[in-house]
Structure formats: structure tokens, C-alpha cells
DNA sequence: CAATCTACTTAGAATGGGCGTG
DNA sequence: CACGCCCATTCTAAGTAGATTG
């Protein structure tokens, strides 16, 4: 079996080839003989500095924290008052000019801070309540009654006019004080478990925001969740080596466990994965064990891949009250470690649980796919909350790295990864208050650039003509971010990583010049591989300009230099903030996702459709930005199969609409004959049917054509990330459509600041 | 200025649960 | 009333960007 293990070894990777990424495939071994001879020591240097890692980190993580201090000290804060302030007279001023609206001043009452008090956030029954919550009918009264306690200044008025003023000081990043509204009684002191009460979810928009920098006053949460500890193999689960069963010591099952988990998956066919997996594993061997097991291919997982199979299968089999009796445990966890307190509000936590060890798995040709992740103990976490909280409590026996109090920072846990050397962290929901907040941030970041995109498109264009080389590579790869919604491309380390690229760092070998293709005059062929290994692959036609530039960027290079060899990322993005405060590559990005998806939709909502209908030119208008984002997917494993069935659902509601045709035929010359009461109320009901059906099918010819259009195309990453859901949510109380169709309840969390303000006029 | 470190957003795949259906 | 399908959720990798260091 194992010659036949590496004979398909080599043949997959020959296909996957030949398939998709032609050239990318070998691009290692071209690269490594690439002039980066003197690279080579310091990297080495610093994978050491990595391994070793925890004596430097703490020595410089003190620094970093003393730093802090100090900083924290000698007044930043007030430094950062003052820019605000700054930002803010500006924007006013910015959106006195473009809306003429009066603007109502809403001076802040007591600073952001207040009293140390708990409101309860809706907790589970909260968060699944009905999304009638997200509606404005209750906008009003909540507002009313806080005004015993919480002082506010709008004064009331019509809803309207109200709402129109929030989206103005939305735009203003400095939000003016109008307090929460719940209509209960405050709570006096902090609580773990504050009671359930009918409630309001918490409207952060409407509040006052923290100085930049400060990014809350006080958190308190429980710490991570540790993965399950390891559960050796029942005894009469084998494993087998050259044929011959072989114990193996608890360590060295749990990493072949692993294996075994993967043993259909492709991965374990792929050499690179398959060295990096036997290197690590053999770490964990015994040393008998590692002077038996010397060869990968004698290893026989099979029986432990059936058994975990057979365990899956049974847990699928559960009974209804087993299945409930781990349900109920998930909540409980979730109860307990999935929030945290963050500045007087409960907030639901991303990512509590800590990741399990595994391999590693990369994307695309990832030099270290295969590795062993290691268990995250108690003792790689850092703690972070504030001093005066109830500090979370190591698993009995340990001790957490250290603790710290730094709210200059968003996340709760962090630790860091074996594999890459990386930090990871356990942060917020995308519906918390310091998330949402920064997201509706983004997308005023990304209106201001409306504004002034004009401008920057007639600068870089002028700079294609410059004398400087590098303010010409800035202005063509500033171009191709705009126009192609490229990533800005910030370089990478060399065979840490699989080789992808964005706009700076693509390299001669990625486009090919064509000053004719197909009837149009220069056209640049892109083929690369971006983010996640995701191929783009796209035939532009430029303006001269530009492709004459390309020509001579090329000049005298080797395929696998890098085309803009006078740039990178971090010049980019000095220039683009001297061009616009907060401008950044990835703005671009934001701005020509919404701005689309806003033109798409003003060009294909037909206002006769039905709202299947129109769900469709909305799924269309979104499918539009999917596309110049490059958001793709694998075709799903059983979309043929998928889409058989759907004909075949169609073609049986074309039969039935048929015969309904048929019987109302047959209804209305009965009806035509008889001419009594009876039979035309049976045309009536005949007619009624048709009509259902009609409708039905088109229903499910509209689905038809969507799941054909979306075949590999992935809508979420754009509806999640790049598409300013106000322009959503006004499009649907344009046209009548539910919010519920455009958004499912996560999304509706996430997007609540954007579902309460916006309104059906307006304008990104 | 380049290398490194940190914090945060963006990304597609895997998983799992609920729901319609035959 | 099991079954398969589909979508939401979960997971964690892979980016961007800015700060810090040397």
C-alpha cells in the first residue's frame, strides 16, 4: 500500500498542476536560488529568536508595558482629545456643505463614563428575540422613558427628523451624548448574573465614544475555555506498522489521531504535509518508538479512521435527549465563558473556546501544512482586564503567563502559536459595541473617500506622467487598487508562507502585456494567486498611460521580480494619507464594494417585480461586487446533484401549472354552459390556483437561476465585510422587503447600529 | 529604513443543526 | 419519521496596517 500511497502521491499533485495554478506550483524552487542569499542568515536568526521564544518575549513584552505606562501618564490622552476635537470641526464643517441640514447640537452631559453599573444585555432569550426588536416602533417609547434618569437631549419630535440628525452625527466621529433607554430601573452595583428583565438591546450607536486609543473603562470575563484533554483509544483500536500491530504511547496516538481524523481529506496525500506531519509526530515518540516507526508510509491509520468514523456516525444516531444533554452543556459553557463585561454592558465574546491541538492546515501550497498545533496550556495565556475586575481563575494546578490590564486593546486572551510564531486572541462579536463601532467607522472612512476619489483619480493619473519611477509604480498600482479592487499586497517572509500576492508585490511573472487582445487595445492578463490562494485571473484593458508604464517597469527583469520594485505597501499608504486622513489602501476596497453594490442596486431593482424578484436583482447587484472582489468558492460538492433537483422540482411544477391550466379551461366552459353560481365560483378557485402556481414556479426559476449564477461565488465575505449595510437596509424599506431576507440573524446583530439608523433615502 | 512585533479585519472551509420532504 | 440537503455557525488561517526596534 504505500508504493500505491506515493504513486497517487505524485499523480494529484501532477493534476492540481496541471489544474489550476500552472506556473505558482513551482515557484519555490525558483525562488530559492533568487537573490536572497544574505536573507538567508537572518532567517535563520530568527527562527531561533522564535523557537526560544518565551525569555525574549518577557523581557520585551515588560518593556512594551512599561512603555505603556508611562505613555499613559505624561497625558496622550489628552493629545488625543485634542486631534478629535480637530477631526470633528472639520467633518461638521464637511457635512454642513454637502447636507444642508440644521444641525442639532447635542452637548455631552457627563463624559462617557457612566456610573459602574450593569444594564443586562439581553442574554439568551435576548438574543434570539424576535427581530421586531430591530424596529423603530419601539424607538420612541424607549427613548421617552429613559429621560427620568438618563438625561438626553433630542427633544421630541417627528421620528423623521430625529433620525436624520443621527445620521448626521454618525458622520461625525465624535457621537454626542443621547443615553440608552432601558426601561427598567438602573441596577445599582456590578453584577455577575444580572436578573432577566424585559429589555431593550443596548443602542451603542447613540452614545458618546471613547477618546481614540481608549478602548473601554472596564472588563471583566472568566478566561478561555481549554480544549477537552486527550482521551486515549479504546484498547481494541489498532494501529499498524509494517503490517504489525504496534502500541503506541499516549503522546505519540493522540498526533497520529490527528493523521487519522484527515485520512480522507487531500492534505495527507500532499508530500509537504506528510514530512512536516512524520517530523512532528516523531517529537512526540518514545524513543523505541522512534527508532521502530522511521517511515510514514508503513503507518496503517485505517482502523483508527474507522473508528472515528463509527463514532461520528453514532453521534449522529444519538437519541433526542442525549443530543438535548449536550446542547445543554454547550449553553452552559456559553453562559458562563461566552461573555464578558466590558464598560457596563454584557457582550457576547467571538471566540471563547481555545483552538485544540491539530495539524495545521494552510491554504494552497503552505510550506508548513502538516505541522503539529500544540495544546495550548494555561500557561501560554495572557490575561487581559481590568485591574479592578474579578480576575478570571487558572484551571486548578496552573497559572496563567501573566496578567494584564491594557485597555488600549480590544481583546480578552491572546497566546501565541507554534506554527507561525503569530498571536492569536480572543476578541469580541461582530455585534459588540467595540466592533460594530469600529465597522460603521470603516464605512464613514470610506464615504469620506467618495468625496474626494475624484480628486485622487485625477493625481494618480497625472503621476503615470512623473519623472520619479516611484511616484509612477505608486500612481499604476494606486490605479489598479481602485479600478480591480486589489489587495494592497504587503510583502511576506519567503517559505514561511504560500506564495500570494496583492498589487505591490506582484512580480513580472503575474501579468502579461497585450498591446492587442480581442478587438481591444492594451490589455493586461493577470494570473496570480492572492489571499487564501484564491486565483484572479482577469484581461483588463488599461489606458496607454498606464500599459507603456507597465511596459518599462518590465524592462530588465526576470519573471520572478517584482514588478513594482520601487514600492511597497507602507509608501503606498503614506502617500494615500496625505491624499485623505485615514486613507489606506484597503479603503479602496470598502469604497468601490458599497459604491457598487449602491449603482447595482438603483440599476436592477425593477419596481413592478415581486420580492422574489427583486431579491434577485439584489442577489445580482451583490453578486457584482462578489465578482470585482474576487470573493470565490469551490463549486459545492453536490451543486450538480442540487441543481437536478431544483429542474426537476421546476419541471414538476410546469406539469402541475398544466393541468391547472387545463382544469380551469375545462372550469370556465362548464361555467359558459351552466351559468350558475356553483361553477363560477369554481373557475374562481381554478383561476386562484393558477395564479399560486405561477407564481410558485417562477419562484423556484428565480431560485434556479440565482444558485446557477452563485455556482462559484461566494456573496457573504462582500455582505459581511466590504458592503455598507445601511445602503442594504435603505434599499429594503425602499422597496418593502423584509430585512430578514437581505440579512439572517447573526447578520442582523452585527449590522443592528445600520438596521436602526438608516433610513430608505439614504446616500453612501 | 528594514525587520519585527502587535492588533485587528477579512477569508473560505468544515461542521452541525434544523427543516422540508418523500 | 428517517433522510438528505441547505444554510447558519464555527473555526482559524491569512491578510492589512501601524508601531516599535535596531
Request: hydrophobic share 25%.
Amino acid at each position: 500500500m504505500s508504493g500505491d500511497q506515493l504513486h497517487n502521491d505524485s499523480q494529484i499533485e501532477a493534476d492540481f498542476r496541471a489544474n489550476d495554478s500552472h506556473k505558482h506550483k513551482d515557484k519555490h524552487k525558483d525562488r530559492e536560488h533568487r537573490h536572497k542569499e544574505h536573507k538567508k542568515d537572518k532567517e535563520k536568526d530568527r527562527e531561533k529568536s522564535k523557537h526560544s521564544n518565551s525569555e525574549h518575549k518577557d523581557s520585551s513584552e515588560k518593556k512594551h508595558k512599561d512603555k505603556e505606562k508611562t505613555k499613559h501618564k505624561d497625558g496622550s490622552s489628552e493629545k488625543h482629545k485634542d486631534k478629535h476635537k480637530d477631526k470633528d470641526k472639520e467633518k461638521r464643517k464637511e457635512e454642513k456643505s454637502s447636507s444642508g441640514d440644521i444641525k442639532i447640537k447635542k452637548e455631552k452631559e457627563n463624559g462617557f463614563s457612566s456610573p459602574p453599573r450593569i444594564k443586562d444585555e439581553p442574554d439568551d432569550d435576548g438574543f434570539y428575540a424576535s427581530p421586531k426588536e430591530d424596529s423603530k416602533l419601539l424607538k420612541r417609547p424607549r427613548e421617552d422613558d429613559d429621560a427620568d434618569y438618563k438625561p438626553k437631549k433630542i427633544k421630541t419630535e417627528d421620528i423623521k427628523k430625529a433620525k436624520k440628525r443621527k445620521q448626521e452625527e454618525e458622520e461625525d466621529s465624535k457621537a454626542k451624548k443621547i443615553k440608552s433607554k432601558d426601561k427598567k430601573v438602573p441596577e445599582a452595583d456590578k453584577r455577575k448574573k444580572p436578573k432577566k428583565e424585559e429589555e431593550q438591546k443596548w443602542k451603542w450607536w447613540e452614545e458618546e465614544r471613547y477618546p481614540e486609543g481608549i478602548k473601554w473603562k472596564f472588563l471583566e470575563h472568566k478566561g478561555p475555555v481549554f480544549a477537552p484533554p486527550y482521551e486515549p483509544l479504546p484498547e481494541n483500536v489498532k494501529f499498524y506498522y509494517d503490517g504489525k500491530v504496534m502500541k503506541l504511547s499516549t503522546k505519540a496516538e493522540e498526533v497520529a489521531t490527528f493523521f487519522a481524523k484527515m485520512l480522507d481529506h487531500e492534505y495527507t496525500t500532499k508530500e509537504i504535509f506528510r514530512k512536516n506531519f512524520f517530523k512532528d509526530w516523531r517529537k512526540e515518540m518514545t524513543s523505541e518508538e522512534k527508532s521502530t516507526i522511521t517511515s510514514l508510509s508503513k503507518c496503517d491509520f485505517t482502523h483508527m479512521s474507522q473508528y472515528f468514523k463509527a463514532q461520528s456516525e453514532a453521534r449522529k444516531q444519538m437519541s433526542k435527549e442525549e443530543k438535548q444533554k449536550i446542547k445543554e452543556e454547550n449553553e452552559r459553557l456559553l453562559k458562563e465563558y461566552g461573555y464578558c463585561v466590558m464598560d457596563n454592558h454584557k457582550e457576547r465574546i467571538a471566540n471563547f473556546k481555545i483552538e485544540p491541538p491539530g495539524l495545521f492546515r494552510g491554504r494552497g501550497n503552505h510550506p508548513k501544512m502538516g505541522m503539529l498545533k500544540r495544546r495550548i496550556m494555561p500557561e501560554d495565556i495572557i490575561i487581559n482586564c481590568s485591574k479592578d475586575s474579578k480576575i478570571p481563575a487558572p484551571p486548578p494546578g496552573h497559572k496563567w503567563k501573566e496578567v494584564r490590564h491594557d485597555n488600549k486593546v480590544t481583546w480578552l486572551v491572546s497566546w501565541t502559536e507554534n506554527i507561525q510564531g503569530s498571536i492569536k486572541y480572543i476578541m469580541l462579536n461582530p455585534s459588540s459595541r467595540i466592533k460594530g463601532e469600529k465597522d460603521w467607522q470603516k464605512y464613514e472612512t470610506a464615504r469620506r473617500l467618495k468625496k474626494c476619489v475624484d480628486k485622487i483619480r485625477n493625481q494618480y493619473r497625472e503621476d503615470w506622467k512623473s519623472k520619479e519611477m516611484k511616484v509612477r509604480q505608486r500612481a499604476v498600482a494606486l490605479y489598479f487598487i481602485d479600478k480591480l479592487a486589489l489587495r494592497a499586497g504587503n510583502e511576506k517572509e519567503e517559505g514561511e508562507t504560500a506564495d500570494t500576492v496583492g498589487c505591490c508585490s506582484l512580480r513580472v511573472e503575474h501579468i502579461k502585456l497585450h498591446p492587442e487582445l480581442d478587438g481591444q487595445e492594451y490589455v493586461v492578463e493577470f494570473d496570480f494567486l492572492g489571499k487564501d490562494s484564491i486565483r484572479y485571473y482577469n484581461k483588463v484593458p488599461v489606458e496607454k498611460r498606464v500599459f507603456k508604464n507597465l511596459q518599462l517597469f518590465m524592462e530588465n527583469k526576470q519573471p520572478e521580480d517584482d514588478l513594482f520594485d520601487r514600492l511597497n505597501t507602507s509608501i503606498l499608504n503614506k502617500h494615500l494619507q496625505d491624499l485623505m486622513e485615514g486613507l489606506t489602501a484597503k479603503v479602496f476596497r470598502t469604497y468601490n464594494a458599497s459604491i457598487t453594490l449602491q449603482q447595482q442596486l438603483k440599476e436592477l431593482t425593477n419596481p413592478d417585480d415581486n420580492i422574489p424578484a427583486k431579491i434577485l436583482s439584489y442577489n445580482r447587484a451583490n453578486r457584482a461586487v462578489a465578482i470585482l472582489c474576487n470573493h470565490q468558492r469551490a463549486p459545492p460538492k453536490t451543486f450538480e446533484k442540487s441543481m437536478m433537483n431544483l429542474q426537476s422540482k421546476i419541471d414538476a411544477k410546469k406539469e402541475q401549472l398544466a393541468d391547472a391550466r387545463r382544469e380551469l379551461k375545462s372550469a370556465k366552459a362548464d361555467a359558459k354552459v351552466r351559468r350558475d353560481e356553483k361553477s363560477k365560483k369554481t373557475v374562481e378557485s381554478k383561476k386562484k390556483a393558477v395564479q399560486r402556481i405561477e407564481e410558485q414556479l417562477m419562484k423556484l426559476e428565480v431560485q434556479a437561476t440565482d444558485r446557477e449564477e452563485n455556482k462559484q461565488i461566494a456573496l457573504g465575505t462582500s455582505k459581511l465585510n466590504y458592503l455598507d449595510p445601511r445602503i442594504s437596509v435603505a434599499w429594503c424599506k425602499k422597496w418593502g422587503i423584509p430585512i430578514e431576507k437581505i440579512y439572517n440573524k447573526t447578520q442582523r446583530e452585527k449590522f443592528a447600529w445600520a438596521i436602526d439608523m438608516a433610513e430608505e433615502d439614504y446616500e453612501f
